[in-house]
């Protein structure tokens, strides 16, 4: 059972707003808002605010539009791929704007608007040194000189190591994203993501694409958490078993008991997205105790040593994977990978439960 704390992350919201005093706070709710629900985490931020969104495809766009909502009907959708290989058309009839960040979308954005008679509304991602998506800056030169009926509103570009502050990627990409801003007098600029947000208010603009730390997760890393956990992870025990010393559990048999445990398994799997990486690393809470994961985490089932747990466990009693006791960063640092990918991961088989308002404030 997912438990999605609505209230939660509208506090963080919030939260960012005072650190990013002079900049509107977007919300960035790809990939179903991080695994937590775009439907409900939209409706919510709309309702605590929130007048811009970012999604990555034209088709989580077309996600976000079919949800009936009036304040978010009124919100701008900012598609992160651009046209991602879609007509112009798929996206003007949603109401959704290109993030431009080809020279082959700026061409059919450009051509979309001369076959419309009127400016389209975009946004331009300029590069400047991530290497992974955005116009050289070149390109941003060339359409400051002459836009050709792009209606520019806004121009962001992405930074590589916010989550390095020391790394001096994060000052070079400040120094070029100044010059691409001043080439924009008119459009607003756009910089940060949640990390880029903790660097300090020359990286703030005029408005800030948080995603993770709207769902918790830090984005101060080596600093205590400033975001509020909107998520925990439970599972009921289903079944309870004594195993004697030199018995073994789950696939491979890679785990041999050293002497008699308490074993319980719980319906979670890396089905569900939950690591497979962590078999005989990972562990959960059950009443103040850490309960280690024992044997391979296989599709649908994972066990746990409760051994140490006393009284002794019983049927139906939940065990935590993720929340007060133990963050996703340190589920996903025992993983090997980062809390993005164990939140991004949660699948839709887990039953989601909402808590906290859901709208109108
Ligand atoms: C995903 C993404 C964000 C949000 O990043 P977080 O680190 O989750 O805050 C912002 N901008 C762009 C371009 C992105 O791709």
């Not at 007048?51 to 034209?58: L, S």
């Not at 696939?251 to 497979?276: C, E, L, N, Q, S």
């Not at 019983?314 to 133990?326: D, F, K, Q, T, Y």
Request: aromatic share 6%; proline share 7%; hydrophobic share 45%.
């Amino acid at each position: 059972l997912l438990t999605i704390d609505l209230d939660a992350i509208a506090a963080n919201c919030q939260r960012l707003r005072a650190e990013a005093a002079n900049a509107e706070v977007a919300a960035v709710v790809k990939t179903n808002a991080y695994g937590l629900g775009v439907a409900p985490v939209a409706q919510r931020l709309a309702a605590h605010g929130a007048t811009t969104f970012f999604v990555a495809h034209p088709g989580e766009g077309a996600q976000l539009r079919a949800i009936a909502d009036p304040q978010l009907a009124k919100c701008r959708v900012y598609v992160l791929g651009g046209l991602s290989g879609e007509p112009a058309a798929a996206l003007l009839d949603l109401n959704l704007t290109p993030v431009l960040a080809t020279r082959a979308d700026v061409e059919a954005w450009t051509e979309a608007a001369r076959l419309a008679g009127r400016a389209l509304p975009c946004a331009l991602h300029i590069d400047t040194g991530m290497n992974r998506l955005g116009l050289p800056i070149a390109e941003a030169e060339r359409l400051a000189a002459d836009p050709s009926g792009l209606g520019i509103e806004l121009v962001m570009s992405h930074l590589a190591c916010a989550d390095e502050p020391a790394h001096p990627m994060n000052e070079a990409q400040a120094a070029g994203f100044a010059g691409v801003r001043a080439l924009f007098p008119h459009a607003r600029a756009s910089f940060a993501n949640s990390c880029g947000i903790f660097l300090g208010s020359r990286y703030h603009y005029d408005l800030v694409r948080p995603g993770m730390a709207l769902y918790g997760l830090n984005p101060a890393p080596g600093r205590p958490n400033p975001m509020k956990p909107a998520l925990r992870l439970d599972a009921p025990i289903l079944q309870i078993r004594q195993i004697d010393k030199g018995e073994s559990v789950g696939y491979g048999a890679t785990y041999r008991a050293g002497g008699t445990i308490t074993a319980a398994t719980i319906g979670v799997g890396y089905g569900d997205g939950f690591p497979r990486a962590l078999s005989n690393k990972g562990w959960g809470h059950l009443r103040g105790c850490r309960v280690p994961i024992i044997g391979r985490i296989s599709m649908d089932l994972l066990t746990l040593d409760v051994t140490g747990v006393s009284p002794q466990p019983r049927v139906g009693e939940a065990i935590e994977l993720i929340g007060p006791n133990i963050t996703a960063e340190e589920v996903a640092a025992a993983a090997g990978t980062a809390g993005y990918e164990i939140l991004t991961n949660l699948g839709p088989r887990y039953a989601r439960r909402y808590i906290g308002a859901r709208g109108v404030l």
